[in-house]
């Protein structure tokens, strides 16, 4: 999307976020210990979206990834995830997974980005090999 740029946030972007996860997912708080990166998307100098992973090992998990409700399906959350895996690349890590209820629409972005689907129940296990 035009005028929207991604980066690794900082410690100044915390509140941001954590004001934007309260409004999207009320019931999870923001997590920032040893293995937390967070992404911001900005535009016009406001955070309108996130996406959170915590590196384990030879893993990275996606935590989670969040869009303001007006600012969805332009391709913040594509930008988002683009940036977490390249980063997930960059520092040597092959593999980043997932958990997703198996309705959330951003299924289809995750098997679209190459993860892989193992469904139980209502949720989703997906996995990215090899980073790319």
Known sequence: MKGVSVRIATEDDYGGIAGLMEELFP?????????????????????????????????????????TEELRRK???????????????????????????ALNPATRLYAKKGFFVMQFGDVCSMTKKEAT
């Open 27 to 67: 019931r999870k708080a923001m997590n920032a210990g040893t293995g937390d990166v967070y992404f911001v998307a900005e535009a016009c100098g406001a955070i309108v979206g996130f996406a959170h992973i915590v590196l384990r090992g030879e893993k990275a998990v996606l935590q989670g990834i969040g869009v």
């Open 75 to 101: 391709g913040i959350g594509a930008l988002l995830l683009e940036s977490a895996i390249a980063y997930c690349r960059e520092i040597g890590q092959s593999d980043v997974c997932l958990k997703v209820k």
